[in-house]
């Protein structure tokens, strides 16, 4: 299925662009990140034309500790995984946290750091996010840094402003990339592209479902959950906007590829589900048959095996429309 | 003003009860916690006859490394103070951070812990939660172990409900202690005492304006921000209510109390200010004559210097109900 059009081989200068993964952390019985199923899960979705942006929200990195999120960085580095395919996530409540863990990315050679605001206080200033940031990119003291901007008001409550990024941009432009807009809301995402992405400012989706209005209007692309187990038709869909594929990419076709990107993404988001992330490990250990793939750590909760049932019901209808998990 | 009924010297099988000051941290120029003054402030409150809840909302702790935290309470206990007296906060997003700070605490002879449910995912489940719970029960795997659940939704969204509380008695009834509700909302509250104050479990409201209300109704204090400067005089109601005072309590004489605790706690919980914790430091920093005080960590910013003055015009016209400050 897939084409194939690789996005890697980026020189140190240029933007991480295209379908990015927040890749999830598979668990052992006693929840301990299994690395190795890690590192095989980011593998194959670096196979499939994905970029890699590990501990995000789907990752579950905030239920990981500081530790567990640089040794598993460590190892994927360790295993031969290109950097500049990497944006991991690495923002905490904590300033402190979030330099070192920062700080670790960019001596890794990420191609760049996806940064939640601090999340524990709700009502903050516009000033008091400015100043947190601020201290991050000075705390970080490194010209290499590239922060991507993550908004996920469903989550953080707090919201990335376009008058915040305005300032941000304004104060370090070196240091200051892009975003991506998870608030589920079209026009958010199209005030951020209207207003900053001609100026180097990237801006990716946090779902698939607008990444042909994110392409159409000067977008990066995308980082989304769904990209762990549907990755090489989000690439398509990415590659013909982008002019990389060889068919046909009329509107039209287009518009048809989307479609069918959002009819599997329905079946993961379904609330029949405890959570999306759930339903994505456990699609995985039905592709893969591999149940231990299912486990999440509290306060996530697995699929009851009748949800997992029903998933795979759901999924074999869907077939024709989803990547082929070849999990090895 | 204070009557010197000391809550300390309790044996090792006996609760903590009574006020406890939700500490704050002062920090220095650059932002590092001032270990100095935030020794010299716990002294300060235990010499006012409340115990110390430190690394709360109130203290920033989410804004602190867990590094910061365990080295600043190896700094308090240290300095000599007593850890049947501290109640320190340690919940964390993930479970292993959690199970770090609160094996430290218990190893330090804390008289419990004051734990949040994990607070980045939303919509989580009862059994995510009593799992959470769970783990950190077992992670700990002490004796010693008294957790504290710390419902606080206004920033956690997450809910202690009931139905959580009443299965995790059921599983760890010597573990679970207690609870800390900020919910702002006495029904609440009752409901908790209702059903479990007679199970020995302690309920502390997060406000003094409830002090009251909580004392009639079996509960065992409160754990408020403003306690870090009125310390005395909200004591002084507990110790009346439970009938430690000298003086006459009869029910119009508590009503007084209570009012005019009510009054003070107006004056720092006024949206003219960014927030409560910033109105807080800002007072001591007026009333020790010390500037420093007044440092907030991002995303928290501190008093304008108007909004500065304001306070100090408003905390000069409440002076006859609030306890003098005598920070050393």
Chains 1, 2 share one sequence.
Not at 91 to 102: F, K, N, P, Q
Not at 241 to 254: P, R
Request: charge should be neutral.
């Amino acid at each position: 299925m897939s084409e194939n059009f690789a996005i890697d081989g980026l020189a140190p200068t240029q933007r991480i662009r295209g379908v990015l993964a927040p890749a999830l952390t598979p668990f052992k019985a006693d929840l301990a990140p299994d690395r190795e199923r890690f590192i095989s899960h980011c593998r194959w979705l670096l196979s499939q034309n994905c970029g890699l942006a590990p501990f995000g929200t789907t990752s579950e990195a905030n239920s990981l500790s500081k530790d567990e999120r640089t040794s598993l960085l460590d190892a994927l580095v360790a295993a031969g995984v290109d950097p500049l395919r990497i944006m991991p996530g690495t923002g905490c409540c904590s300033i402190i946290e979030t330099v070192d863990l920062t700080t670790h990315a960019v001596k890794h050679g990420c191609a760049g750091v996806l940064v939640l605001p601090p999340f524990y206080y709700k009502d903050v200033t516009e000033e008091g996010l400015y100043r947190y940031f601020s201290e991050v990119v000075q705390g970080v003291g490194d010209a290499r840094l590239r922060i991507y901007l993550y908004n996920i008001p469903p989550l953080t409550i707090v919201r990335i402003t376009p008058r915040l990024v305005e300032r941000l941009l304004r104060a370090y432009p070196n240091a200051i990339a892009g975003m991506k807009d998870s608030s589920g809301d079209w026009n958010n995402t199209k005030t951020f592209l209207d207003m900053f992405s001609t100026d180097g400012f990237d801006v990716f989706v946090g779902s698939e479902t607008f990444l042909l209005a994110n392409m159409r209007n000067g977008g990066a692309g995308t980082i989304s959950a769904t990209a762990n187990v549907n990755p090489a038709a989000i690439y398509q869909l990415f590659a013909e906007c982008v002019g990389q594929s060889k068919f046909n990419n009329g509107e039209s076709k287009l518009e048809h590829r989307q479609a069918q990107l959002n009819v599997v993404r329905e079946v993961f988001s379904s609330t029949r589900f405890p959570s999306m992330i759930a339903a994505l490990k456990q699609a995985i250990a039905i592709y893969a048959n591999d149940p231990e793939w299912s486990s999440v750590r509290p306060p996530l909760v697995k699929l009851t095996t009748a949800q997992a049932k029903l998933l795979a019901t759901e999924l074999n209808s869907q077939r024709f429309a989803m990547t082929e998990l070849r999990i090895n």
